[in-house]
Structure formats: structure tokens, C-alpha cells
């Protein structure tokens, strides 16, 4: 992986390192390797857990923090706040999932036994997290458990926000029982800001590790997208307001032809009707002004 962090895309140290989902010593030997400030990591794999706590131990310097949680992160919180888990071997695997599509890949693929671990939901897994200081290189790298796009789908853009760099694998077809290819992924990726910058080839082979980065014109683009949102249902309130006064203009034209009203209550109807119009203009101008604004933001977040 060391290659994977140092090209261009990838300037500047890393300050935190989240990973959800490790599944081997591979891991945690390149989580040391890049040598972040911090590391949060949890796996499903008990002895795994157990030999990440070591090699954590003798890292650890006065500036330097490393935990490992030996959880399963779920997307919402579980009722009875445990999961069982098979693990697997050829490759090191720890699941919630039946593997379908990756036995088909890795005929190898062993089954060893299953265990009981304790739950997080995502949300209070990121309220745990240590402090990630504005300004700093974040990562979030997921492990291949199957559940990428269930954890993703819980992620705003406030929570994931917070991470400069994703790293997840994308696996060309389904490797999980009810689980999504990683066009699926790479497009709730793109929903969330993120591009891809560099693939490699990942743990599992024929299965690729892509690293993609948050846009910097993210933010300015969701910023437009929520002023037309609020512009778009401005135009529709006012649309519904120039139906409701031409319905009651209708009315009073009748009943003038019929000589039950005072002309004045149709001239005032007409002053309310010219204004609405006046101010139905006014915002359809704004609305184009601010789809345009949407158009260009769109053309540099894809740039």
C-alpha cells in the first residue's frame, strides 16, 4: 500500500486513519506503515483484534494513538446489540454475509468457525471517534465484509464530510448474498463527492482497491443544489397562487356580468393578480439564475 498513499493525488501526511472491516495482518501492517497520527480500526476476527492490540502496543509514541475495536459497525443499531459472524480463511475473511459470489472467485475460500461479536451502530462508532481537526488529511478505508453500501447508504454529508480520502474495493460483480457490484458503490460515491484517483489491485486478486478523493468543489456544488431546491418550491408556491387568483378572478367576472358585484373587488382582485405575476417573474429570473449557478458547479465538480 505504500505506493497507494504516495502518488500525487495523495500529497501530505495523514493524520487520522479509519478503518472499518480489517481482515488480515496485512491491514495493520500497512495502517503502521503510513505512520498517521492516529488509528482507529475494527475488525469481526477475534485473534485478529488480539494481534492488532499488539502491534498497536509497541507503536504507540507520546504523539502517536492507536485503538482497536473488536465490533461489528452496523448501520443502525441492533436489538440484541450482537452479531454472529463466520470466518473464513484463503483468503482472511470475517462476514455477516454468505459469500457467495467471492466462493465462486476463490474456490479455496475456507469456512473455520463462527463467533459472537458485540455491535456499533455507525453513528455512535464516528461519535467515538478521536477528534479530527479541521485542515488535517483524514482516510476512511473500508474492509471487504460485504456491507460497504449498506454503511455508506447511513453516511450523510456532514458524517463523511469529515474524510478527505476514502480507500474501498470495488469488486466487479456481487460478492455477497444481497450485496451491490462497485459501479453501485463508485455511484454513491460520486453522490457523497468523492473521485477516483488510483486502483490496485487488492487483497483479494481480481478484486480492485480504489482510492478516491473528496472534490473540492463539493460543498459549492450541494450549496447551489439546495438553493435551487428552495427556489424550485418558491416558483411552485407561486404558480399555485396565480391558479388560486385567475380561479377567483373567473368568479368575480361572473358574477359582475351578473350585476352582484361592486366593480372596485375586481379591480382590487386585479392589483393582487398583477403583483403576484410581477413577483412570479421576479423569482423565475432568480430560479434561472440559480440553475445556471447548479450548471457550472456541476461542470467543475466533474472536471
Known amino acids: 500500500m505504500p505506493d497507494f498513499f504516495t ?36 475488525t469481526m476476527d ?11 502496543g509497541a507503536w504507540r509514541t507520546a504523539d502517536k494513538t492507536a485503538r482497536v475495536d473488536h465490533v461489528a459497525v452496523t448501520a443502525k443499531r441492533t436489538r440484541a446489540a450482537t452479531s454472529e459472524v463466520q470466518l473464513f480463511d484463503k483468503p482472511a475473511l470475517a462476514t455477516r454475509k454468505t459469500p457467495t459470489g467471492l466462493q465462486a472467485l476463490c474456490p479455496e475460500l475456507t469456512a473455520t468457525r463462527q463467533v459472537t461479536v458485540p455491535d456499533i451502530a455507525l453513528g455512535a462508532f464516528f461519535k467515538a471517534l478521536p477528534s479530527l481537526p479541521a485542515g488535517a488529511r483524514h482516510v476512511l478505508r473500508f474492509g471487504l465484509t460485504g456491507e460497504e453500501q449498506t454503511l455508506l447508504a447511513a453516511m450523510g454529508d456532514k458524517m463523511v464530510g469529515r474524510f478527505h480520502d476514502i480507500i474501498i474495493s470495488l469488486p466487479p460483480a456481487a460478492l ?16 457523497l463527492g468523492f473521485l477516483p484517483v488510483a486502483q490496485r489491485e487488492g487483497p483479494v486478486p481480481g478484486i480492485p482497491e480504489c482510492h478516491l478523493i473528496q472534490s473540492p468543489h463539493h460543498a459549492a456544488l450541494q450549496t447551489c443544489l439546495a438553493a435551487d431546491k428552495e427556489r424550485q418550491r418558491e416558483h411552485a408556491e407561486q404558480k399555485a397562487a396565480i391558479k388560486t387568483l385567475t380561479r377567483e378572478n373567473e368568479a368575480l367576472r361572473k358574477a359582475l356580468d351578473q350585476n352582484v358585484l361592486d366593480t372596485r373587488d375586481l379591480d382590487a382582485l386585479r392589483t393582487r393578480y398583477a403583483a403576484l405575476m410581477a413577483d412570479y417573474e421576479t423569482q423565475s429570473d432568480a430560479l434561472r439564475r440559480v440553475q445556471a449557478r447548479v450548471k457550472a458547479a456541476l461542470a467543475r465538480f466533474e472536471a
Open 7 to 42: 502518488h500525487t493525488n495523495f500529497a501530505g501526511p495523514i493524520h487520522t486513519l479509519v478503518q472499518i472491516g480489517a481482515q488480515s495482518m496485512q491491514d495493520i501492517e500497512e495502517a503502521l506503515h503510513i505512520d498517521p497520527a492516529q488509528i482507529v480500526l475494527t
Open 46 to 56: 477475534p485473534d485478529l483484534a488480539q494481534k492488532a492490540g499488539d502491534a498497536f
Open 176 to 191: 455477497f448474498d444481497r450485496a451491490p457490484t462497485g459501479d453501485v458503490l463508485r455511484t454513491r460515491l460520486h453522490d
